[in-house]
């Protein structure tokens, strides 16, 4: 009998169900809370950008644009239209504060992340484990290293390729607002700004999901081997996600609220979409490596390209074009 193609909707059922296993559990608690009191402690210590609105008559006719002080850096965003003034503020210690706490908690959070992708990954085979398993990620000098390198990736490469992709729809919003100073000016050609630049940011936040799932099972492959250099690391897991990215991409689209709710709760939703997204996610890649690689009339890989047989998904590779749909929840 073929391997069925897997459907979205029966494997988020699937991980809501081994959410609840013990480990999973105690390890998304145990990230989440480390997590949660890192954002407080950016707080406390000046770690955050803090935007400020102001009324437009506290800023008279100073221009939008970015301001190299003696003291600092103010960029200002005038919105004549509504009649106010976004700023963001800092002198030259707050900057400097603001990139060494982030440096250093991003140090301390990147191997639990990863301990927690390995106990996620321990859930999915049905396999035992213990949350204090997840340390060995600090106490190992290799694993230490590579999971600084790949989470480096997913995090600050992903950010900054996408902050550069919106760069356009955010010089379109800057055109409209420096330029309609009340509702009289905006005619079609302003109307038709406002559009495009609504479009450009939507497609720069669909293009920074799909860079993310790009990386992604990078990120799985590390922790389900974590004895794999970083070169064996980036190509098996570029390889487990061969055939099938377009599908990765679409089910990670499909989880999108949830990644809103979470940043917009700070975080604090990731003790549901942490576990939720990661191990479907997982699923996902196991399920339709599988498929991919056993229906009919796909030509075999060749030989020098072949994986074991009982190699790891993470390890798999399918055949390049996915061609098969699945239902979405």
């Known amino acids: ?21 013990l480990l999973s559990l105690r390890v998304t608690l145990v990230v989440v809370g480390v997590q949660m009191a890192f954002f407080f402690l950016r707080i406390l210590c000046n770690g955050t ?29 005038r919105m004549d239209l509504t009649g106010t ?14 990139v060494i ?20 990954w321990k859930v999915t085979r049905g396999d035992g484990g213990k949350v204090v398993e997840m340390f060995r990620w600090y106490l190992e000098k290799g694993r230490l290293l590579k ?13 900054a390729v996408t902050f550069v992709a919106s760069t356009p729809s955010l010089y379109l919003f800057y055109q409209f607002y420096s330029s ?25 936040m669909l293009f920074g999901v799909w860079l993310h799932s790009l990386l992604l099972p990078v990120r799985y492959c590390l922790a389900s ?21 377009g599908g990765m991409y679409r089910f990670r689209l499909s989880y999108i ?20 997204s990661s191990l479907g996610s997982m699923l996902y890649l196991t399920q339709a490596a599988k498929w991919y690689r056993e229906k009919p009339g796909e030509a075999p890989a060749p030989a020098e390209e072949t994986l074991p047989e009982d190699t790891d998904p993470a390890e798999d590779a399918a055949p390049e074009d996915e061609k098969g749909e699945d239902t979405d929840e």
């Open 147 to 159: 999971a600084w390198v790949v989470e480096f990736c997913l995090q600050a490469v992903v950010g």
């Open 101 to 120: 706490i982030n440096a250093i908690l991003f140090l301390l959070i990147s191997p639990l992340r990863l301990g927690a992708m390995e106990a996620y």
């Open 49 to 77: 950008l803090r935007l400020t609105m102001a009324n437009l008559s506290a800023y008279g006719d100073t221009a939008s644009g970015v301001y190299v002080l003696e003291e600092g850096i103010n960029v200002i965003f």
């Open 180 to 204: 309609t100073a009340s509702l009289a000016g905006v005619d079609f050609s302003k109307r038709l700004m406002l559009w495009t630049a609504d479009i450009l940011a939507i497609l720069a």
């Open 1 to 21: 009998m073929s391997y069925q193609a897997p459907l979205r909707r029966e494997i988020k059922t699937q991980a809501k169900r081994m959410m609840l296993n």
């Open 257 to 276: 609220i949830w990644f809103f709710l979470s940043r917009l709760t700070y975080g604090a939703m990731d003790l549901f979409v942490l576990p939720y």
């Open 85 to 98: 003034v976004a700023a963001v503020s800092m002198t030259y210690p707050q900057i400097a504060a603001f």
């Open 225 to 245: 081997h974590p004895e794999f250099t970083l070169k064996d690391t980036f190509y098996r897991g570029f390889r487990s996600a061969r055939g099938i990215r």
